[in-house]
C-alpha cells in the first residue's frame, strides 16, 4: 500500500516510518521543511495551506494524520493545527479518493474539555467520525522513547540541578507509553479490519502520578534530587510569562504554557485492553521501559 504520512518528521512519526520501512509499503511524508528522513518519498507542503496539499494524496491509499503541538506560536494555534489541519487532510483525502485514515489524537479529549488543547483535538475527531472515510483514532497518554522530550527533559535536569519542579501536588495520574508501541498501532490498523471506525485508548499499565514518574527517572539514573512543589498560582504567571516572551519576541514556542498546566493538573489515564488484545502489544513497566535508553550515573555519564 501507499501510505502518506503527516508530521512524519516528529518524535512518534520517526518511530512510525521506521517500523513502516520494514513492512512492503510505500511511504510519502508531507513536510513543511526539508527533511533528512531517508527512503521516503517528501510532498513539501504547509497542512495549514491546502492548496499546498495538492498531489500530495494522488495514489495515496491510507492517510496517518500526526501533526500536532502543545505549544502555540504565531499562526500555529491549537484549533488551526489539530482541528483546522484535520479538515484540510480530510478534505484532501475526499477530494482524491483516499478511504482510509488515522488519526493522532489524545487521551483526555472532550467536548467540553477545559484545555484548548483537548478540545481542539475532540473537533478534530469530530470532523473524522463525520467524514464517511474509514477511520480508526488513537488517544495516547504521555508517550515515552529514547528521543523523547518529557522524560529526557527531567533527566537532562537531575544532571545540573539539584531540585526538580513538581507543579501543584503532582497526585494527578498518568499512564505512560512507549512510543514503539504507539507506533505499533498505527502500523497495524492500516491493514486491520476490526480497527475500521474504532477509537482507542493508549496508554500503559501503570497509573502513576507526576511525582511517581519523577522518583522513577531519577531511580533508573541513581540520583536523588530534592523535589520543590510549585503552587499553581506562581507556575500560572510562569506560564503567562513565558507564552509572552518566547513567541513575541523569540519567534518560538514556550517551553512551559498555561493550557499544559490545565493539562497536568488533570488524570490521563484510559483503558488500554482494546488495544492491547487487537495489537498484541506486550505492556512493559514504565521503569522497564525507560531503562532501555536512560544512562545511569557512573555508567557514561
Ligand atoms: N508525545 C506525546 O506524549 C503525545 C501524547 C499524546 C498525543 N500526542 C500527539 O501525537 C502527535 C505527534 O506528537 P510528537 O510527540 O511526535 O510531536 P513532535 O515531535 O513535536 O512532532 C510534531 C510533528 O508535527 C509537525 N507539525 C507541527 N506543526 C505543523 C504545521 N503547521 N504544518 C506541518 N507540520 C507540522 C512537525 O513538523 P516539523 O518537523 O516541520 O516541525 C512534526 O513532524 C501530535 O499530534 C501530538 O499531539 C503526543
Known sequence: MKILVTGGSGFVGREILRQLAGLPHTIRVLARQPTALRGVEVHRGNILNPGSLAGALDNIDAVIHLVGIISEVGANTFESVHTESTRNMVSAAQKAGVRRFIQMSALGVRPNAVSRYHRSKWAAEEI?????????????????????????????????????????????????????????????????????????????????????????????????????????GVARLQAALLEFIFPKLLGKAPPLNRDQLIMLQEDNIGNPDAANQLFGLKPISFREGIERYLIPVGAGQ
Open 128 to 232: 473524522i467520525r463525520q467524514s464517511g472515510l474509514t477511520w480508526t483514532i488513537f488517544r495516547p497518554s504521555i508517550i515515552y522513547g529514547r528521543e523523547d522530550l518529557f522524560v529526557n527533559l527531567f533527566a537532562r535536569m537531575s544532571r545540573f540541578s539539584p531540585i526538580l519542579p513538581v507543579i501543584g501536588s503532582g497526585a494527578s495520574k498518568l499512564q505512560p507509553i512507549p512510543v514503539e508501541d504507539v507506533a505499533a498501532c498505527f502500523v497495524g490498523a492500516i491493514t486491520e479490519p476490526r480497527s475500521f471506525n474504532q477509537t482507542y485508548d493508549l496508554c500503559g499499565p501503570e497509573r502513576l502520578g507526576f511525582v511517581q514518574v519523577l522518583d522513577t527517572i531519577l531511580s533508573v539514573t541513581h540520583r536523588r534530587r530534592l523535589k520543590l512543589h510549585i503552587p499553581l
